[in-house]
């Protein structure tokens, strides 16, 4: 018997996305790769997700990576997507993910960075369990050195430098005004974007791997925006070789506040 093809659903009755998951890198292929697979098991209980990729190298290399997996995550029903972003600047690609994203909630992990699991989960539980009272989730990055030895230098206090450890609880809460976080680990409603954006003088430029871009965040949460820690929402962020030099950490922006 000749098989006949589905009937297609109906965009206004396929289930709207919840969660837009936006990876921002520029010519680090392997890494993403990495990044990828541990996208795969994520689920969010509030609906559906994406993955969009923003590519910011004019030379493409994220785009065979992720023609590589798409039919891995469609056999799960998630969308996977690469969007080009011409203008070099992770601001750039921040600023494209904001405009791509389809969903009202918009997490961000870095392409250097690997999720762990459960973390897309318990990193939107709280816009479910709080509702309006909660404008931003941030959770907690563990190091990853990359099978090399860590750093004799490098002691437990000093590991925010790399964006790492923040170590405010070891209990979900709300944060206090002081407490900051890593926009590489971190959920947030998009309508805080509504008119604004990243301001694309802050942050990596190419191959410069310093960031500025928290300033933005600590702006929202000035004027008012609601920030809850997660710590259990784990990412794991690999350090680069290169920075394993105890020179570069005097020189980083996070030495001087150690």
Same mark, same amino acid.
């Given at each position: 018997?000749?098989?006949?093809?589905?009937?297609?659903?109906?965009?206004?009755?396929?289930?709207?996305?919840?969660?837009?998951?936006?990876?921002?890198?520029?010519?680090?292929?392997?890494?993403?790769?990495?990044?990828? *697979?541990?996208?795969? #098991? #994520?689920?969010?209980?509030?609906?559906?997700?994406?993955?969009?990729?923003?590519?910011?190298?004019? #030379?493409?290399?994220?785009?065979?990576?992720?023609?590589?997996? @798409?039919?891995?995550?469609?056999?799960?029903?998630?969308?996977?997507?690469?969007?080009?972003?011409?203008?070099?600047?992770?601001?750039?690609?921040?600023?494209?993910? +904001?405009?791509?994203?389809?969903?009202?909630?918009?997490?961000?992990?870095?392409?250097?960075?690997?999720?762990?699991?459960?973390?897309?989960?318990?990193?939107?539980?709280?816009?479910?369990?709080? /509702?309006?009272?909660?404008?931003?989730?941030?959770?907690?990055?563990?190091?990853?050195?990359? =099978?090399?030895?860590?750093?004799?230098? +490098?002691?437990?206090?000093?590991?925010?430098?790399?964006?790492?450890?923040?170590?405010?609880?070891?209990?979900?809460?709300?944060?206090?005004? #002081?407490?900051?976080?890593?926009?590489?680990?971190?959920?947030?409603?998009?309508?805080?974007?509504?008119? @604004?954006?990243?301001?694309?003088?802050?942050?990596?430029? =190419?191959?410069?791997?310093?960031?500025?871009?928290?300033?933005?965040?600590?702006?929202?949460?000035?004027?008012?925006?609601?920030?809850?820690?997660?710590? @259990?929402?784990?990412?794991?962020?690999?350090?680069?070789? *290169?920075?394993? *030099?105890?020179?570069? /950490?005097?020189?980083?922006?996070?030495?001087?506040?150690?």
């Amino acid at each position: 018997m000749e098989s006949r093809p589905s009937p297609s659903v109906p965009d206004k009755l396929k289930p709207k996305v919840a969660v837009s998951v936006v990876v921002c890198t520029y010519r680090r292929p392997q890494l993403l790769d990495l990044c990828l *697979d541990s996208l795969v #098991q #994520q689920t969010a209980a509030v609906g559906p997700h994406e993955i969009l990729i923003i590519d910011n190298s004019p #030379q493409r290399e994220a785009h065979p990576v992720v023609e590589r997996w @798409q039919a891995v995550f469609a056999e799960r029903e998630v969308a996977l997507r690469c969007v080009l972003e011409e203008s070099t600047g992770v601001a750039f690609a921040r600023n494209r993910g +904001l405009a791509e994203a389809s969903a009202p909630l918009i997490a961000f992990i870095d392409d250097d960075e690997r999720a762990l699991p459960g973390w897309l989960e318990r990193l939107i539980a709280p816009f479910a369990v709080f /509702g309006e009272r909660v404008d931003i989730v941030a959770g907690e990055v563990e190091p990853d050195f990359g =099978g090399m030895p860590r750093p004799d230098w +490098l002691s437990d206090d000093m590991l925010h430098i790399f964006s790492c450890r923040w170590g405010w609880d070891t209990e979900a809460r709300f944060l206090r005004p #002081q407490e900051w976080f890593g926009e590489g680990n971190c959920a947030f409603r998009k309508c805080l974007f509504d008119t @604004q954006g990243f301001p694309t003088d802050l942050g990596r430029n =190419g191959g410069n791997l310093m960031s500025s871009e928290g300033a933005v965040f600590a702006a929202l949460r000035a004027k008012g925006a609601a920030t809850y820690f997660v710590p @259990q929402a784990k990412v794991s962020h690999r350090i680069h070789q *290169d920075r394993m *030099d105890k020179r570069w /950490g005097i020189c980083s922006p996070g030495w001087l506040s150690a």
